[in-house]
């Protein structure tokens, strides 16, 4: 099978929809193990992105956190919040099928804190200087939660035999 083509005949197909131009399918072992086209439109969630659609499909039926093993094919690059996503998760490989430059003049996000050109390197920026507002309250209370889960769980993390610092 041609997981790529798959994944453009997904995205075609939610667009004929009603959907948005987004899909990813995420294969391990020869086998595609779960696919989602971006439901946002569909659900009014600005979280139901395709990647994070087919993650939560992948890990569920895995029962684990991690897509070690796996190739994630995706119509385009991902947005930072996928992105963060794809990084958690840690598939093998990550497969993009067109830039944002070839699919600009057809399709822009232009939300209110979020043109997609510029996000990057709004992200980059200390956080009280991003556009979104955003303010610190401290509370040491707040920390107790992680010291918690530490004395319950020990500090290093491990995900199919990698192991990592505590996220």
Known sequence: ???????IEL???NVEQGGRPFATVIVKDGAILAESPNRVA?????TAHAEILAIRQACTALGTESLTGATIY???QPCPMCLGALYYCSPDEVVFLTTREAYEPYYVDDRKYFEFNTFYDEFAKP????????????R???VDVYRLWEQRN????????VATAGN
Do not use: V
């Not at 956080?127 to 401290?138: C, I």
């Open 1 to 7: 099978m041609d997981f790529a083509q798959h994944t």
């Open 11 to 13: 995205a075609r197909r």
């Open 42 to 46: 569909q659900t009014n969630d600005p």
């Open 74 to 76: 995706i119509l385009a």
């Open 127 to 138: 956080w009280e200087q991003r556009r979104l507002p955003m303010r610190h309250d401290s």
């Open 140 to 142: 040491d209370d707040a």
């Open 154 to 161: 020990g500090r290093a993390l491990s995900y199919s035999g």
